[in-house]
Each structure stands twice: as structure tokens, then as C-alpha cells.
């Protein structure tokens, strides 16, 4: 099965989100930990807000 590179890292920051528990978690912090480009990670993290995942 094929999982696009925008999937696998929207998966691993909401995995890095969720491990650190209940309070917000700078998207600096999620892209320096699982050694994603930021920029790439905020254009994620808008659909991932707009589908209400975070």
C-alpha cells in the first residue's frame, strides 16, 4: 500500500501532538521532533485543522 509523504507526516504530527498530551504543542516543536520542514508541516497542520483533527 502507498501513503503519500504528506499523509505519513500528517500522521507522525498528530502522533507527536497526541504523545505530549492535553495542552498545544508549537508546530516548531512537532517539526523539530519528527524532522519535518515547518513551512511543509503548517500547510499540513491548516488541512488538518480544517478536517478538525487539531
Known amino acids: ?3 503519500s509523504t504528506r499523509a ?3 500522521l ?3 502522533l ?3 504523545s505530549r498530551g492535553p495542552d498545544p504543542v508549537p ?3 512537532v517539526a523539530e521532533a519528527q524532522r519535518i520542514s515547518q513551512h511543509y ?3 499540513i497542520a491548516s488541512a ?3 478536517a ?3
Open 1 to 3: 500500500m502507498w501513503i
Open 8 to 10: 505519513q507526516y500528517g
Open 12 to 14: 507522525r504530527a498528530l
Open 16 to 18: 507527536e501532538i497526541g
Open 27 to 29: 508546530l516548531k516543536e
Open 41 to 43: 508541516l503548517e500547510q
Open 48 to 50: 488538518l485543522r480544517r
Open 52 to 54: 478538525g483533527y487539531i
